[in-house]
């Protein structure tokens, strides 16, 4: 069985799960009660409104519900395997426990990259909706808005990979999604800290952080630098999915 056949039966897996359903919570929520707070405050001589609403909506959505979100998300992939001593049949067959664990993680960023469009067209529905209302005329920042979602997508990646090495080592449910919400509460105040560099979970929250920087301060020096947090992020990423990949199955096969 190649890659792309364990893939498929992955898919297949969770084709009849509420993950979907899910992933259409977060966005909605946070982008209707955001751009509704927001929009009158508007006036139609106000020239930055799409920037105003994005961050507006995105702020706690990077920092708290799409990490929330993906916990659960993590947990019910997690727990398909769970049922019926699924996992044990898995791992009983002529498949690599490598390329179990990696296809598992496709399918999770994959529901993490359909998050991130969901947030983006939910945005750009209620962003429409909510300047012509108030009589504003402005042209839809396409390349504004992609840039930024891909930035929340990418950002997230190191995070979602610390999320699922975490359900990996950790036996007990309880145990994992405690740790797993214990380390997003206070991303945000990690944010505000040199040491947000080594802490994923905060990495799409100080991107948003940065962008309202930039946008309420004119002469501003903050910034979200590619050096060193590229290096950084990718180090944690490659090292704690890799973590995840060799030790999944273990706990089980004990």
Same mark, same amino acid.
Request: charged share 10%.
């Given at each position: 069985?190649?890659?792309?056949?364990?893939?498929?039966?992955?898919?297949?897996?969770?084709?009849?799960?509420?993950?979907?359903?899910?992933?259409?919570?977060?966005? +909605?929520? =946070?982008?209707?009660?955001?751009?509704?707070?927001?929009?009158?405050?508007? /006036?139609?001589?106000? %020239?930055?409104?799409? &920037?105003?609403?994005?961050?507006?909506?995105?702020?706690?959505?990077?920092?708290?519900?799409?990490?929330?979100?993906?916990?659960?998300?993590?947990?019910?992939?997690?727990?398909?395997?769970?049922?019926?001593?699924?996992?044990?049949?898995?791992?009983?067959?002529?498949?690599?426990?490598?390329?179990?664990?990696?296809?598992?993680?496709?399918?999770?960023?994959?529901?993490?990259?359909? #998050?991130? =469009?969901?947030?983006?067209?939910?945005?750009?529905?209620?962003?429409?909706?909510?300047?012509?209302?108030?009589?504003?005329?402005? %042209?839809?920042?396409?390349?504004?808005?992609?840039?930024?979602?891909?930035?929340?997508?990418? /950002?997230?990646? &190191?995070?979602?990979? /610390?999320?699922?090495?975490?359900?990996?080592?950790? #036996?007990?449910?309880?145990?994992?999604?405690?740790?797993?919400?214990?380390?997003?509460?206070?991303?945000?105040?990690?944010?505000? /800290? &040199?040491?947000?560099?080594?802490?994923?979970?905060?990495?799409?929250?100080? +991107?948003?952080?940065?962008?309202?920087?930039?946008?309420?301060?004119?002469?501003?020096?903050?910034?979200?630098?590619?050096? &060193?947090?590229?290096?950084?992020?990718?180090?944690?990423?490659?090292?704690?999915? %890799?973590?995840?990949?060799?030790?999944?199955?273990?706990?089980?096969?004990?």
């Amino acid at each position: 069985m190649n890659f792309l056949q364990l893939l498929k039966i992955e898919f297949m897996k969770v084709r009849r799960s509420k993950i979907v359903p899910l992933i259409f919570v977060a966005p +909605l929520l =946070v982008v209707v009660s955001g751009i509704a707070n927001l929009s009158s405050y508007f /006036t139609p001589e106000y %020239t930055n409104a799409w &920037p105003a609403m994005f961050i507006q909506s995105a702020l706690v959505y990077a920092y708290y519900l799409l990490p929330f979100s993906m916990i659960v998300v993590c947990v019910m992939i997690s727990g398909r395997e769970a049922q019926n001593n699924g996992i044990l049949k898995m791992l009983a067959l002529p498949i690599g426990s490598y390329s179990l664990s990696m296809a598992k993680f496709c399918v999770l960023m994959f529901y993490l990259f359909m #998050e991130t =469009v969901v947030f983006l067209v939910a945005f750009i529905i209620a962003g429409f909706i909510a300047t012509n209302s108030m009589g504003i005329n402005g %042209t839809l920042p396409v390349l504004y808005l992609l840039k930024w979602c891909a930035g929340l997508f990418l /950002t997230m990646l &190191p995070c979602l990979a /610390t999320m699922w090495a975490i359900m990996v080592l950790f #036996e007990k449910p309880l145990l994992y999604v405690g740790l797993n919400l214990l380390l997003v509460i206070p991303g945000v105040l990690v944010a505000n /800290t &040199p040491l947000w560099i080594v802490y994923p979970y905060c990495y799409s929250g100080y +991107l948003v952080s940065c962008s309202l920087h930039n946008f309420t301060v004119e002469a501003s020096d903050v910034s979200f630098s590619l050096i &060193p947090f590229l290096p950084c992020a990718v180090l944690i990423f490659v090292l704690l999915l %890799t973590l995840a990949v060799i030790r999944f199955g273990k706990k089980e096969m004990r």
